[in-house]
Structures are given as C-alpha cells and as structure tokens.
C-alpha cells in the first residue's frame, strides 16, 4: 500500500524539527516537502539547520540533504497532507491556501483554533468533533492541535467530565523554553529567573478545553460550559510544561477513584492500535514529589500524560500536578496522532 505524501511547514522550527525526528520511518507516512521562510528556502536541511538541530545528536540522515522550499502549494505539489509548525503570523493564511488546494492541514499554529467548524483535536478526547469536518467549505480539510500547555491538562480532565461533570478549573503553569520556539526568550531573561507573563497565553487556556470538550451541534463545535480562570508563567526548563491545576467537580467522589479512574483511560488511538498512540494515555506517579520534567519527560515516548500530587483542595474539589512534552504531546507528536487516526478512519487517501 503506498504511503501518504507529507510536507512540514515550518521544518526548521523547535515543532518543525520533531517533526522531522519523529516522521522518519513512519509507517502510514512519506515526507517529501520541507517549507520554511524565503530566509531558509533554497538551502538543504543541514544548510537551513546550521547549530539550530536540537533535539538529537544529529539531523536524520533521510532530511540532511533535503531542499527547504517556500510554503506554498504551488512549490509542494506533490503532498496530500501538511503539517504546520509555522510562525503564528503568517501560518493562518497559508493553511487556508492549502485547504483550497485541496490538501489537508494538521496545524500547530492558534490560527484557525477558535473556527467553529475547525476541531481542536485530541485524540484521545474529541475523536468525534472530526465530523465537523464534512462541513468545512473547502475541498481540503483542517484540523488544529490544542496549545501546548492545555494538552494535558485536557486528557486529565476529560474522563473527569465524563465521570463526574466539571464545576470550575484553577491553572498555573511553568512552561519550558521551547514553548517560545528557537531561539526565544534570551538566555539573559530566562536564565535563574520566572517570567510571570506568556503574552496571549492565557487568553488560549481559558478557553482551548472547553472547546476541545464540547459538543459537535449542527456541524458547529459548542463549547463546554465550565470556567478557567490561569496563570502562565515562563521558568528555565528546556522541555516540557508542568501545570498546576485545580478542579470542582459536578458530583462527589474520592482520590482513589480519580486514580484508578486515569490509570485505566483509553482512547480510539488505543483502540485501533495507531503508531504514535502510548499505552498508557494518563500514567498517575504515586511518588510525593512527581511528575518532574528532568524525569518524566519522556514517560511513553514523550506522549503519555504525567500527573502526580493528587489531593483535596479547600476551594476547590482536588488539585494536582500535570506534566507533558510541549513539542511532542503539544505539538508535533499529537499533530502524527491526530493524522494516524484520521488515516486510519479513511479521511485521508493518496492522491
Ligand atoms: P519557531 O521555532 O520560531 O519556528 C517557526 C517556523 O516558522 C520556522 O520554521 C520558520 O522558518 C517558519 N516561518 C517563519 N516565518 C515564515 C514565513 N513567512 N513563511 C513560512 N515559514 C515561516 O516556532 P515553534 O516553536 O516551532 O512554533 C511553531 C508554531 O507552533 C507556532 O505557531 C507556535 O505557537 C506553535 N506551537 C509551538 C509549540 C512549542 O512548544 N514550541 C507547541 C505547540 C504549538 P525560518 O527558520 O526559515 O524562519
């Protein structure tokens, strides 16, 4: 069977080249394109990569020799999907370019995040919001990951709304240098310091959830009716966001059941066995003082949801401790997931 076409747009960016990373070998997917700005198109990957490749010793050796072209359609042409990893200033344009198209768009990017007929898309929470996309006008579809900082705090919350409905949730978040892309914040900002400020970062967490736990209604997303009030703040921490989170449930219940509750969560990406799909969606630590970035990270291949600290809050109902990879579970890995399941539903063919 012949492998889909891919392309990444914005392959020389912090999500761009995990993507390069965790594309190699796919087995549903051949990457053939790599788009960046006018400042890299032209060059090969290693050119366009010069002391910018980060995320491993060296660049896979299939992407070195690769020629980085602009994003446009016209100069990918042979792609049935693309992955966008760009800059949000120009990424909601040309992902519309690309719908028209007729390619499909696996965005990273705000952009096209709060479109009613868009799926914010989880995996593992919202398979079914993908419905919305018979009524997208355009003969290419889109789809969006959620902010990197919410991901997990998402797949936690969702079989707590199924279980017991939710109330209210309290967020503060320590997000990690990546998050700004490379090269971001300067190291004289970051370094033995805490940014309490992530321009437009909460505007996107008190909101992405809900719409990533809402209804599909007449081809349109509605949001689920529950409250977020956040902080977020930037600390020096290479990868992964760590986000305190506190939640009043509908109904009463206990810590034990919360536990058993995430430990046991499966979604469709177990169910049909997909490639980038970790066996465990949600792993709770029972250690006192988990999840940590240096040490969970990597807890299923970057793509499992640690939570840790479980516990009764006086405001609220519980609070907790959630950590996930923002380029892998935020961003590049979740962007694979959500095209493997939408593959593997018969949403997406080779031309
Ligand atoms: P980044 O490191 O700054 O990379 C930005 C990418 O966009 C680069 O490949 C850059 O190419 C490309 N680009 C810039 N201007 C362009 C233009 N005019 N035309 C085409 N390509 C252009 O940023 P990032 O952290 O990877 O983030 C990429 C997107 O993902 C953003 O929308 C971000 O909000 C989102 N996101 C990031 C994370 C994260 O943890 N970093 C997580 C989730 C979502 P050049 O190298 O040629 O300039």
Not at 36 to 61: F, H, L
Not at 170 to 197: C, E, K, R, T
């Amino acid at each position: 069977m012949s492998k889909i076409k891919v392309g990444v747009l914005g392959a020389t960016g912090s999500v761009g080249q995990r993507f390069i990373q965790l594309l190699e070998n796919h087995e549903y997917f051949d990457l053939v394109a790599l788009g960046a700005s006018d400042k890299s198109a032209g060059k090969t990957y290693s050119e366009a990569m010069q002391s910018r490749w980060k995320v491993s010793p060296k660049i896979p050796e299939y992407a070195k020799n690769m020629k980085v072209v602009k994003c446009n359609p016209s100069d990918t042409p042979d792609v049935d999907l693309v992955f966008s990893g760009m800059d949000s200033d120009v990424a909601g344009e040309v992902e519309t370019e690309y719908a028209n198209a007729g390619v499909m768009v696996i965005s990273n990017s705000k952009n096209h995040r709060t479109d009613d007929d868009v799926p914010v898309l989880s995996a593992e929470v919202n398979p079914e919001h993908l419905d919305v996309l018979n009524f997208q006008k355009t003969s290419g579809k889109i789809i969006t990951n959620s902010n990197c900082t919410i991901m997990g705090v998402t797949i936690t919350l969702k079989p707590l709304m199924e279980a017991f409905g939710i109330e209210s949730v309290f967020i503060v978040s320590m997000q990690a240098i990546s998050g700004a892309g490379y090269p971001g914040v300067p190291s004289m900002d970051i370094l033995g310091n805490v940014i309490p400020l992530i321009g437009g970062e909460e505007e996107k967490v008190e909101m992405e959830p809900q719409k990533c736990l809402g209804k599909v209604v007449d081809g349109k997303i509605k949001s689920a009716d529950f409250k977020i009030s956040s902080h977020c703040n930037r600390v020096p921490v290479i990868d992964g966001h760590t986000v305190c989170v506190s939640v009043k449930l509908k109904k009463q219940t206990t810590v034990d059941e919360i536990k058993k509750i995430w430990n046991e969560y499966q979604g469709e990406p177990q169910k049909l066995n997909l490639p980038s799909a970790p066996k465990k969606v949600i792993d709770y630590l029972e250690e006192k003082d988990r999840p940590q970035p240096r040490i969970d990270l990597m807890n299923g291949n970057g793509m499992t949801t640690s939570v840790g600290r479980l516990r009764p809050d006086p405001l609220f109902d519980f609070k907790y401790v959630v950590l996930s990879h923002n380029t892998i579970r935020g961003a590049a890995g979740a962007a694979i997931l959500n095209a493997e399941l939408v593959y593997k539903k018969g949403l997406l063919r080779a031309k």
